[in-house]
């Protein structure tokens, strides 16, 4: 079963730092590019970074987190991650680690929630 | 504001066909055919329902199809049934610096 869970979300304060982490299973990990996509409370969708299949050394930001997060990846570890420093509020919300397919998003984790509030 | 522009909400009644709108510019929509769709029920996981336009992955239903005219991409939702009643996000790549793009998501609802 193709799977991605996500963990490390938790309640920070505004100008703080987290670490996301995602571990995958169920397909070969090193083969896709992965991606962060966010959905604040009651509002849509944000694609927010991108990291190339292995063999590649490509990692794209949105404008919204450029200078602030850095996504990364362990294929060793089947892991995809996502360092965020300078938390703002609106930074808030929950936080999809997504496997991709030809420019689509086909695999979704569960999702990990990030609250920034002091 | 979100970068592609979808109407807030539709509506339908079981059995009937909807489409949904999906407008953007010439640097998304009209530069590339990397346009997908997502279903997301209350409280659950974006679901893909359709990539590169118009492809479907394995397990979803015949009954959604995908389309685009110029800078427009289009989701058609036929035979539509009370399971369908959900929010409905485009997406397309738009390269440069935006790379993937969101649309402000549809409210579909079946009467």
């Known amino acids: 079963e193709l799977q991605l869970v996500e963990s490390g979300g938790a309640l920070v304060q505004p100008g703080g730092s987290l670490r996301l982490s995602c571990t995958a299973s169920g397909f070969t990990f090193s083969s896709f590019s992965m991606n962060w996509v966010r959905q604040a409370p009651g509002k849509g969708l944000e694609w927010i970074s991108y990291?190339?299949?292995?063999?590649?050394?490509?990692?794209y930001y949105a404008g919204s987190v450029s200078g602030r997060f850095t996504i990364s990846r362990d294929n060793a570890k089947d892991s995809l991650y996502l360092q965020m420093h300078s938390l703002r509020v609106e930074d808030t919300a929950v936080y999809y680690c997504?496997?991709?397919?030809?420019?689509?998003?086909?695999?979704w984790g569960q999702g990990t929630t990030v609250i920034v509030s002091s | 504001q979100s970068a592609l522009t979808q109407p807030a909400s539709v509506s339908g009644s079981p059995g009937q066909s909807i489409t949904i709108s999906c407008t953007g510019t010439?640097?998304?929509?009209?530069?590339?055919?990397?346009v997908s769709w997502y279903q997301q029920h209350p409280g659950k996981v974006p679901k893909l329902l359709i990539y590169?336009?118009?492809e479907r992955p394995s397990g979803v239903s015949y009954r959604f199809s995908g389309s685009k005219s110029g800078y427009t991409a289009s989701l058609t939702i036929s035979g539509l049934q009370a399971l369908d009643e959900a929010d409905y996000f485009c997406?397309?790549?738009?390269?440069?610096?935006?790379?993937?793009?969101f649309g402000g998501g549809t409210k579909l609802t079946v009467l």
């Open positions: 997504v496997r991709d397919l030809h420019y689509g998003f086909d695999v």
């Open positions: 590169e336009v118009s």
């Open positions: 997406c397309a790549y738009a390269g440069g610096s935006d790379y993937w793009v």
């Open positions: 010439s640097r998304d929509i009209g530069a590339y055919n990397h």
């Open positions: 990291v190339g299949y292995v063999g590649t050394t490509r990692y």
